[in-house]
T-cell receptor, first 116, second 110 residues
Framework: DTEVTQTPKHLVMGMTNKKSLKCEQH?????MYWYKQKAKKPPELMFV???????INESVPSRFSPECPNSSLLNLHLHALQPEDSALYLC???????????????FGEGSWLTVV | RKEVEQDPGPFNVPEGATVAFNCTYS??????FFWYRQDCRKEPKLLMS???SGNEDGRFTAQLNRASQYISLLIRDSKLSDSATYLC???????????FGAGTRLFVKA
């Protein structure tokens, strides 16, 4: 079983709603990630937090707002989304930016988002 | 040219077959290499890291050729349960940017 926990597993929201996806890991990892995955496509990196600071933003629209309250938690706040934002949102973590085994990324089970 | 390219697939093989997946990467500074497996509607799960000396885990063997910027995964004695999408993953030194290949779908049939 994955040690990265995501909630909710499924979310349906309207285009005017505000909702949040939550992610938690207790592996002591210092890097946490949000990925978006559409059907039959590989995961696409959205954001990376390293030591609770935003390290990478892959030019994600501002309707997606990440937050890292502490080293174990990562949120993704959603507002005014579009139907094309419907996808699987994956949270992941890794020990850090080191090489080798410490660079392994571990994924949560994902949150299935549908925007109506 | 994509940063990480994989065989397009799908691969349809009978049980017991040996199947090989290939992957090439464009950034010679890449440092870490992995194969992930993803089942339908599930998250990607680490199958194995790939080391320069090559490594084996049961029926699975991974190889890395830095000179050719090429990674491979060999699955021997395929099982029905091996049916999944296999993702080649490349990471840079000390960085967090992770590049996924498009994935290769494997169907193992009885």
């Amino acid at each position: 079983d994955t040690e990265v926990t995501q909630t909710p597993k499924h979310l349906v929201m309207g285009m005017t709603n505000k909702k949040s996806l939550k992610c938690e890991q207790h592996m002591g990892h210092r890097a946490m990630y949000w990925y978006k995955q559409k059907a039959k496509k590989p995961p696409e990196l959205m954001f990376v937090y390293s030591y609770e600071k935003l390290s990478i933003n892959e030019s994600v629209p501002s309707r997606f707002s990440p937050e890292c309250p502490n080293s174990s938690l990562l949120n993704l706040h959603l507002h005014a989304l579009q139907p094309e934002d419907s996808a699987l949102y994956l949270c992941a973590s890794s020990q850090g930016g080191s090489t080798g085994a410490g660079n392994t990324i571990y994924f949560g089970e994902g949150s299935w988002l549908t925007v109506v | 040219r994509k940063e990480v390219e994989q065989d397009p697939g799908p691969f349809n093989v009978p049980e017991g077959a040996t199947v090989a997946f290939n992957c090439t990467y464009s950034n010679s500074a890449s440092q870490s290499f992995f194969w992930y497996r993803q089942d339908c509607r599930k998250e990607p799960k680490l199958l194995m890291s790939v080391y320069s000396s090559g490594n084996e885990d049961g029926r699975f063997t991974a190889q890395l050729n830095r000179a050719s910027q090429y990674i491979s995964l060999l699955i021997r004695d395929s099982k029905l349960s091996d049916s999944a999408t296999y993702l080649c993953v490349v990471r840079g030194r000390g960085g967090f940017k992770t590049i996924f290949g498009a994935g290769t779908r494997l169907f193992v049939k009885a």
